[in-house]
């Protein structure tokens, strides 16, 4: 597989989506809870960061109108049993529907790598990233991985730092990445910096404040980074 490759099956996978509802765990300035933040925007404004109050509120009135129907389209997890099974019920969702997190967007960057014939099944994984983590992305490597390779790394900067990471693919659309993963680190920190300054929220269950809206930098960043052990599968 080439990292040209690996961007368009991102690319393709972020467009799919894009003609739908998106995803359900993003909002734009909303506190814990999901109200809105409107000091927060107003604090902006007068700072001099953002020229007008009302657009930005109008986009995140938006996001949230989109997240909400993403949530009530999703494919219920008791409706498909693989990732394939999930692919399939993707795949005939009406375009005004499609709806998908980090764990459907990983699975259509796994068939598109698989159909288009970039990489065999058993060099296309399935990664999630678990507790306190709660994400997912799709791993392409050149060779099939040894057992020792598909032992859990303990975080994603340990799995960045492993001796064939910059022989292997990342392929995250939710993230809008796409790079060696070695450089995954970098890039989602940036990502994750970026959507800070935009005044994004995560949808995350394990932090401090229980279940709720986190911003996408400090404590989800960190946690993401550093504390939540990857598993691997490989899908042949």
Same mark, same amino acid.
């Given at each position: 597989?080439?990292?040209?490759?690996?961007?368009?099956?991102?690319?393709?996978?972020?467009?799919?989506?894009?003609?739908?509802?998106?995803?359900?765990?993003?909002?734009?300035?909303?506190?814990?809870?999901?109200?809105?933040?409107?000091?927060?925007?107003?604090?902006?404004?007068?700072?001099?960061?953002?020229?007008?109050?009302?657009?930005?509120?109008?986009?995140?009135?938006?996001?949230?109108?989109?997240?909400?129907?993403?949530?009530?389209?999703?494919?219920?997890?008791?409706?498909?049993?693989?990732?394939?099974?999930?692919?399939?019920?993707?795949?005939?969702?009406?375009?005004?529907?499609?709806?998908?997190?980090?764990?459907?967007?990983?699975?259509?960057?796994?068939?598109? =790598?698989?159909?288009?014939?970039?990489?065999?099944? !058993?060099? &296309?994984? /399935?990664?999630?990233? @678990?507790?306190?983590?709660?994400? *997912?992305?799709?791993? =392409?490597?050149?060779?099939?991985?040894?057992?020792? !390779?598909? &032992?859990? /790394?303990?975080?994603? @900067?340990?799995?960045?730092?492993? *001796?064939?990471?910059?022989?292997?693919?990342?392929?995250?659309?939710?993230?809008?990445?796409?790079? /060696?993963?070695?450089?995954?680190?970098?890039?989602?920190?940036?990502?994750?910096?970026?959507?800070?300054?935009?005044?994004?929220?995560?949808?995350?269950?394990?932090?401090?404040?229980?279940?709720?809206?986190?911003?996408?930098?400090?404590?989800?960043?960190?946690?993401?980074?550093?504390?939540?052990?990857?598993?691997?599968?490989?899908?042949?």
């Amino acid at each position: 597989m080439l990292l040209e490759q690996a961007n368009e099956v991102k690319d393709k996978v972020r467009k799919y989506f894009a003609k739908g509802n998106k995803s359900s765990n993003k909002r734009y300035f909303v506190k814990h809870d999901g109200t809105y933040d409107i000091e927060e925007i107003k604090n902006r404004t007068a700072s001099g960061l953002w020229s007008n109050m009302d657009q930005r509120l109008k986009k995140a009135i938006k996001r949230t109108d989109l997240g909400m129907a993403a949530r009530k389209n999703r494919p219920d997890e008791d409706k498909w049993d693989t990732l394939f099974e999930l692919v399939e019920i993707l795949r005939t969702m009406p375009k005004e529907k499609r709806s998908g997190n980090c764990m459907e967007m990983a699975a259509l960057s796994a068939y598109y =790598v698989i159909v288009r014939d970039y990489a065999k099944p !058993d060099c &296309t994984h /399935f990664v999630q990233i @678990t507790k306190p983590g709660d994400h *997912a992305f799709c791993l =392409v490597t050149p060779n099939k991985l040894s057992d020792c !390779d598909l &032992t859990p /790394f303990s975080s994603v @900067t340990a799995f960045t730092k492993s *001796a064939s990471a910059s022989k292997w693919f990342v392929i995250d659309p939710w993230l809008n990445v796409a790079c /060696f993963a070695n450089e995954y680190l970098f890039s989602a920190h940036g990502q994750l910096e970026k959507w800070g300054w935009e005044g994004k929220r995560i949808a995350w269950k394990h932090g401090s404040q229980g279940q709720g809206w986190y911003p996408a930098t400090g404590e989800y960043r960190n946690k993401f980074e550093e504390e939540a052990p990857l598993s691997i599968d490989a899908l042949g």
